[in-house]
């Protein structure tokens, strides 16, 4: 148990569905992260949300698009994704921006055909 | 661009064998290292992490890592691993700026045999 729960575990989805995925921490952090983990490439950050204002988008594309409604529960919608979108997402929270001390979800293993 | 590199994809071990994973980033300015460590069908967690003070960081498990600042290198360093230590591990920077990010490597998958 890491106190950062993500719903679905799993998610297979065509390219015109739309579906969202769910992090809530109970941790008490301040900050919320959503990285993608694809297999033998970094993990890659993709979402930063800090005192539920989002802090960084790093260049991912608009058919992602993540939300915040407060600082323990986070969302990541998705619409017309592509195969190569098929991957791991990890939520993760942290107490503050710079701990670096990351508490992370599980994941949400992502299958578009 | 600031990255992290890890320089084996896969190792495999036996069990007592010595381990060192290497982990090499690259950003001139203040940063702060760590290792996360994922367990075969659990989360990512924290190994250790290197701030300031002493480079040689101790961890959970007898793992330790040593800073070397001129060689831009965090390396990962277990004495004697045990089959439990098979695992996928993450060297990570987190890098100062406008707000700080946390920087990934590609992972070092390890197999311990018994």
């Known amino acids: 148990e890491t106190g950062v729960t993500q719903t679905p575990r799993h998610l297979v989805m065509g390219m015109t569905n739309k579906k969202s995925l769910k992090c809530e921490q109970h941790?008490?952090?301040?900050?919320m992260y959503w990285y993608k983990q694809s297999a033998k490439k970094p993990l890659e950050l993709m979402f930063v949300?800090?005192?539920?204002?989002?802090?960084e988008n790093n260049s991912v594309p608009s058919r992602f698009s993540p939300e915040c409604p407060n600082s323990s529960h986070l969302f990541l919608h998705l619409h017309t994704l592509q195969p190569e979108d098929s991957a791991l997402y990890l939520c993760?929270?942290?107490?503050?921006?710079?701990?670096?001390?990351?508490?992370f979800g599980e994941g949400s293993r992502l299958t578009v055909l | 661009a600031q990255s992290v590199s890890q320089h084996n994809h896969h190792v495999i071990l036996s069990e007592a064998a010595s381990l060192e994973l290497g982990c090499n980033y690259s950003?001139?300015?203040?940063?702060?290292l760590f290792w996360y460590v994922q367990y075969p069908g659990q989360h990512l967690q924290l190994l250790l992490k290197?701030?300031?003070?002493?480079?040689l960081v101790k961890g959970i498990k007898g793992f330790e890592a040593e800073f070397i600042k001129s060689k831009f290198s965090f390396n990962l360093r277990k004495p004697s691993v045990q089959w439990s230590d098979t695992a996928e591990y993450f060297c990570?920077?987190?890098?100062?700026?406008?707000?700080?990010?946390?920087?990934f490597g590609a992972g070092t998958r390890l197999a311990v045999h018994p």
């Open positions: 949300y800090n005192f539920k204002e989002q802090t």
């Open positions: 950003y001139g300015g203040t940063v702060n």
């Open positions: 993760a929270s942290s107490h503050g921006l710079d701990t670096g001390e990351l508490f």
């Open positions: 941790l008490g952090h301040n900050a």
């Open positions: 990570a920077a987190l890098i100062s700026g406008g707000y700080n990010k946390l920087i």
């Open positions: 290197y701030f300031s003070g002493d480079p």
